[in-house]
């Protein structure tokens, strides 16, 4: 799991682009979204596309993804649980 | 002003529910969908409803005279079938003595030429690139669309095209009045012109808004829009003159606003503030109470987020007195670019024989403005609302009517005059890292050297001219080259469609995000005619002052170059263009 949080850190790192951010400054338990790292709905876009292209987890809607995103943890716990690759 | 309204005297029209105005008449009153499976469009989501013209290409060009191999976009295409209507009705010649000026909003133009060939260039690796036909590349910008679609009837002293996402063909109807009132015009013919690409039923599908059953707009299950595709143009003229001609007038444009929501580059605020300003300042321009207006015309995507900051907006601004409320993109799918023409001729059909289409998918309705009815609404239309939102919250509205009501503000009183206040011009990518004075690294890190190039030379103009303006016009050859570039080559190797890309590869982030920037809710609008584009924003900037609507104007033109597409250009025999290149100027009234 922990290996996965680290993957997981440098991917959205690199797919939102947050150049001035390194994967130790981002907390495993801290909000994705709105207060913590302050993420927005396209960057739940973009987490959506990383989900498919990297693990093969289709989301149907961007509604889905909430619950999923809410941080590097929660998102390590679906991905490992729904992983098509 | 009695006389000196303006008037249209001929409309044009191709969408999904017909070829012409007669079909589209009979579909709405017989309440018929035109979306459906796709025929015409390659595309592997076939899963997605459509709103398809009936018609292919090679169809298209028989009916035109149009020679099958020449390489025309459908986008043209379409917008050659809707000016050849409007222009046959209206019974315009070519005169000596006057100005007959094409204004036509789009954002595809010809990305369906581009993305069939921009894939086989790919493919074709080192010497046979040589071998691969370029023309395509002549057909890419929404300037090119709007010159091909001139051209072709040879009577335009001029033309031009606006660019602003949803709202584009409202933008062309608004800078076409204007051009009338100015008296800079004699005859205008407006609207836009929005073919179906891969490119952009992809980027719809990243962004998750789109419907896999028919949409519903305005209904409680409603998830999302179908895109559509269609043309339809007004001609606009002066009402004297066009009874001079003898010319027939189906109807007065007695009011238009336009305003930005400057909230978010994809979403409505909650409450639409842009929309409610479109629409309020179209309501006093025309000397209009909202009780005046019959029916709204709504923008009615089916998307979660339009429709219901939609109804709220609707609400604010006519309260007890809202009219009945419908949307049409049931009919024809969401038609992006050509909506806001599309809306206006159905709305000017439906005038004449006094109805109120139905509101097709709204079964269980979210406001109680909007019918369930089944069948179209028998009622007598005076003033119909037209509204036309876009993305970056570039919202507008028109007022059409049944015959002038003598009450609309004076423009154009002509004792006012414009200077340049300042200019800043950046042709450096080095300099681009000096975005971060103005913006957050969370806010730089999305943006593409347009948009990073545009921001600063604009934030710097002002911070010179110690103003915030009142309007924001951009001009843009290409638009965002880079990200559409990255997003074709994706579609070309297989790679996922980013929506960040997509949001941004509309011609107008670029205004919209400097509006978003410093919460400037003004006159927002892009204008796309290749090297004409900054002289033509120049001009709308100078004609918004001159009006007496605005005071200080942002005006910019901003371009940058993606390494495939400068090969390809260097290729083809263009003249080599700067990596980036930004002037961005302040305008301001003077007493004459």
Redesign the interface.
Known sequence: MEELMEELKREIISV?????MTPADIDDDAPLFGQGL?LD??DA??L??LM??KYGIRLA??SEGKDIFKSIRTMAEYVSKNRKK | MAGKGIVITGEGIVSAIGNDKKSVRTAIGGSRTGIGEMRYLQSEHHELPVGEVKLSDDEMKRLLGIPADRTVSRTTLLGIMAVREALRQSEVEKGASRRIILISGTTVAGMDVTEKNFGKMLAAAGDKQESCDLSWLGHHDCGSCTEDIAHYFGIFDDFTTTSTACSSAANAIILGADMLKAGDADIVVAGGTEALSRFHLDGFN???ILDHDICRPFDSSRNGLNLGEGAAYVVMEREDEARERGATIDAWLTGYGNACDAY????SSPEDTGAQMAMREALAMAGMKSADIQWVHAHGTGTQNNDSSEVVAIDRVFGDTTPVVTSTKGFTGHTTSASGAIAAVISILAMHDGFVPVSLGAGNPISKAIPTAQSPIKTELQNVMVNSFGFGGNDSSLILSASDNGCQREEFTGNIGVEEVTRVENNSVENLKDIRRYVS??EA??MGKLLKSALMTSLQALETAAVSPDAIVTATAHGSLEYSERLLTAMATGD?????YF?QSTHNTTGSTIAIHLKCHGYNTTISQGRQSMQWALYQAELLIRSGRCKTVLVGCHDEMAPLFAKFMSMAGFAPEPEVASTAIVLRAVKK
């Open positions: 939102l682009n947050l150049e001035e302050g709905s396209i876009l973009e959506i596309v498919e292209k809607s961007a | 990243s962004l998750m978010h580059q994809t979403a690294a969370m890190r999305r996922a469609f980013k929506p960040t949001m």
